[in-house]
């Protein structure tokens, strides 16, 4: 069921949403060269605890990281572990951060040193291709006006969408409906409802959308092992637009 989130609700969820971007300026400084996973994933872990939250993803189903750490080919769901991150590569951190019992979500691809005009573009223009399905949000719209923006800009710049995987509803649980695609067709799905709190996450290809499950249970990579970028931020839809919840 598709809830409609109270002022009070709501109140949590910008609370929630401000610890987890936070924690992802916190952390921007520490990614570079030489720091593994893992190291990424204890600063995450203490710094929102410090903030008086706790981490959505530690345990959820499983998961045993409080952040996800996925490196060049890894689309999302990469386990922090003891691996280094080299200069060149392109890591998308992916976090939440529960306050009184509500979630706030959101993801993005950083660059690692320097590294090629390539992965240059296909962070540029998947960050902006979030922007383009985010503009589409306001009371009225429809689901598949958000995936119909993010689609049609990501085949205008040659990158392709994986659409196993999609964006969500956010409220008590980390996961709710409904299901946010980022590709559609202008005018279906859900209505847009103000007090819906929608997290909107483009996740595109430089090479196929086809992408595979390694063996950890976790891990979702691209088949042709070409990188894949990842932007989310967690929305309140509004009368006349949308409020970004997860600011930076």
Same mark, same amino acid.
Not at 139 to 160: F, K, P, Q, R, T
Not at 230 to 240: K, Y
């Given at each position: ?41 204890? !600063? ?7 903030? #008086? ?50 979630? #706030? ?17 296909? !962070? ?44 969500? #509803? ?18 279906? #799905?859900?209505? !847009? ?56």
């Amino acid at each position: 069921m598709i809830s409609i989130k109270s002022p009070r609700e709501i109140d949590f969820l910008r609370q929630a949403g401000e610890i987890t971007g936070k924690t992802h300026i916190y952390l921007q400084k520490f990614i570079k060269p030489g720091i593994s996973t893992e190291k990424l994933d204890a !600063l995450a872990y203490a710094f929102i605890i410090s903030e #008086g939250a706790t981490p959505s993803f530690l345990n959820y189903d499983g998961f045993p990281g409080s952040i996800c750490v996925s490196i060049n080919d890894e689309v999302v769901h990469g386990i922090p572990s003891s691996r280094i991150l080299k200069e060149g590569d392109i890591v998308s951190i992916d976090i939440g951060a529960c306050y009184h019992g509500y979630h #706030g979500d959101s993801a993005w691809t950083y660059p690692v040193g320097k590294v090629s005009k390539e992965k240059e573009m296909l !962070l540029y223009h998947t960050e902006k291709s979030l922007w383009e399905g985010l503009s589409q949000i306001k009371e009225g719209a429809y689901i598949g006006d958000i995936g119909n923006a993010v689609e049609s800009y990501a085949v205008e710049h040659g990158l392709s969408v994986v659409k196993e995987l999609v964006g969500h #509803g956010v409220g008590s649980n980390i996961h709710e409906e409904p299901d946010v695609p980022n590709y559609g067709r202008k005018g279906m #799905g859900i209505k !847009l409802k103000k007090g819906m709190v929608i997290a909107v996450e483009p996740m595109l290809n430089l090479g196929t959308a086809d992408v595979c499950i390694l063996e950890d249970g976790w891990t979702i990579v691209t088949e042709d092992e070409r990188e894949s970028a990842h932007f989310e931020h967690t929305v309140l839809v509004t009368e006349n637009g949308y409020e970004v919840l997860t600011k930076r």
